[in-house]
């Protein structure tokens, strides 16, 4: 499933970007999906590496000292109902038990190497390795459903953004997560009962079938797998005529796409669409001053300070408990922090292909135009369920960029505009969401996952779950 939705993104991206002048220049699809595969690799995965070695050491340190072993038989029983396949004692209940914890406390960027340490050790115990399991599919569910008890990441921008009594997010955030973890659990267990998710048996690898037979290395044009079926034929004839369309705008005077765009109709949708982007743009560019002067003079104050603090406290306190108790029990610290970190370099080169193709085919989608008339066409749909139109771009952005969404978040809370609901609601949907596509390419990326099974559907429904459940909650703790 996730080669179709890939494939559509990047052509429907690129025959919008045609369709509306996007394809070629210095704004056009193509430079900005080679420079988001320039951040994939320098702004994301090296940087991941980094902390990939800091983390998989001290969960090392914890493992020689006993930590993991002593926290996995205290939640053995909640994670041998979720996870009946992982045998009682295995370093991947540990691994993941330390993943939920940091995502508990806001910690993401530190979740992140937990749960590919875990995903290693579940590909471990996986028969079919280009298959993902049942407890891959639910372990990826629940960090999709993102549960948090302290959305730190929330809160500070909140209370940056002058907006009083920040914390009053927490109590939301739970309830959404709790939503979110439920109907991921749900549907991870549902889904992995029907035929159409079963586990199938690897593919022969093609390097090895050829060398084993050199008649293979030549494809033989009558078989099954290089004949075109009716239906492919179909396709790729549309596809190809549509990209024909495509290349008649490119070269022709530039007359000829603002006439077929008038024409259609696509030229008043598009220029509506930009306008009501502008005016929000502009809204919050005007309101940026107020919120930089507000925010130089916020100090932390009461609830949210002693908040910020246990925050703060949390991997310190870790990282006390576990070298004291490792040097306790004469473990060779040094020595085995580095034999743990030596993992995170190769988890990070792993992963940078699976993030380079993610990154570019979502900056082709976003810079081509398509996301702008999807927020434009879904607007009024939205509206008449009583979905905040405002809040569309944060519900089209938090699966598929937490940066984006958090630029999303941002621009929100800094229109004067804005009401306490459309605020306060924005920021629970950030933090009970998860940047699903992310976190399957990253996590499934580690281990050589290719058939995801149901994972996308289960973490797909669980954030749109979270994205009704913030709604709902925010208009009954903060009516307009």
């Known amino acids: 499933m996730l080669n179709y939705i890939w494939a559509a993104i990047v052509l429907g991206g690129i025959l919008i970007a045609g369709l509306l002048g996007n394809l070629s220049g210095e704004n056009g699809v193509i430079p900005a999906a080679l420079d988001m595969a320039k951040t994939a690799v320098m702004g994301i995965a090296l940087p991941l590496s980094g902390m990939m070695m800091f983390w998989l050491g001290t969960m090392r340190l ?12 205290l939640l053995h029983p909640l994670m041998r109902r979720l996870f009946p396949e992982v045998p009682a004692g295995h370093p991947a209940l540990s691994a993941m038990i330390m993943n939920f914890a940091a995502n508990m406390l806001g910690l993401g960027n530190s979740a992140t190497p937990l749960g590919l340490k875990a995903m290693d050790h579940l590909q471990q115990l996986n028969p ?58 749900v549907m991870a267990k549902s889904l ?31 078989s099954p797998s290089t004949r075109f079926s009716p239906r492919g034929k179909l396709f790729l004839t549309l596809l190809l005529a549509a990209f024909a369309g495509v290349a008649v705008l490119e ?53 949210r300070a002693s908040l910020n603090s246990a925050s703060a406290l949390a991997i310190p306190f870790l990282l006390v408990l576990t070298l004291g108790v490792a040097l306790a029990r004469r473990v060779k610290v040094y020595e085995e922090f580095v034999d743990g970190a030596k993992e995170g370099f190769a988890v990070a080169t792993r992963i940078m292909p699976f993030l380079v ?52 978040l941002t621009e929100i809370l800094a229109r004067p505009d804005a009401s306490e609901f459309l ?25 050589g996952v290719k058939k995801i099974r149901h994972a996308l559907i289960a973490g797909l429904t669980a954030d749109f779950v979270g994205l009704t459940m913030s709604v709902v909650i925010g208009r009954l703790m903060f009516p307009s």
Do not use: W
Not at 358 to 379: Q, T, V, W
Not at 424 to 447: D, K, Q, R
């Open 423 to 447: 605020k306060m609601t924005a920021a629970i949907m950030f933090g009970s969401t998860e940047t699903t596509f992310y976190v399957l390419a990253v996590y499934f990326g580690s281990v």
């Open 357 to 408: 193709a993610m990154f570019a085919a979502l900056a082709i989608f976003r810079y081509s135009g398509a996301l702008l008339l999807l927020e434009y066409m879904l607007a009024p749909l939205l509206g008449a369920v009583g979905f905040p139109v405002d809040l569309l771009p944060m519900a089209l952005m938090r699966p598929l960029s937490g940066s984006g969404s958090l630029g999303v």
């Open 192 to 222: 992995q009962r029907l035929s159409r998710f079963r586990v199938e048996p690897d593919t022969v690898d093609p390097s090895e079938s050829s060398s084993s037979n050199p008649q293979s290395e030549i494809p033989n044009p009558k």
């Open 128 to 185: 079919h390795k280009q298959t993902a399991s049942n407890a891959m599919v639910t372990f990826l569910a629940l960090n999709t459903a993102a549960f948090t008890l302290v959305p730190m990441t929330a809160i500070n921008y909140l209370a940056a953004a002058g907006i009083k009594n920040a914390y009053e997010v927490i109590f939301p955030t739970i309830l959404a997560t709790a939503c979110t973890t439920v109907t991921a659990i």
């Open 251 to 303: 070269l022709a005077a530039p007359t000829l796409r603002q006439s077929v765009l008038e024409k259609t109709g696509i030229a008043n949708v598009v220029k509506a669409a930009e306008q009501r982007s502008a005016d929000a743009k502009a809204q919050a560019a005007a309101a940026k001053p107020v919120a930089t002067e507000t925010t130089a003079t916020v100090t932390p104050t009461g609830f």
């Open 62 to 73: 914890m493992e020689k000292a006993g930590l993991l072993a002593a926290v996995s038989h």
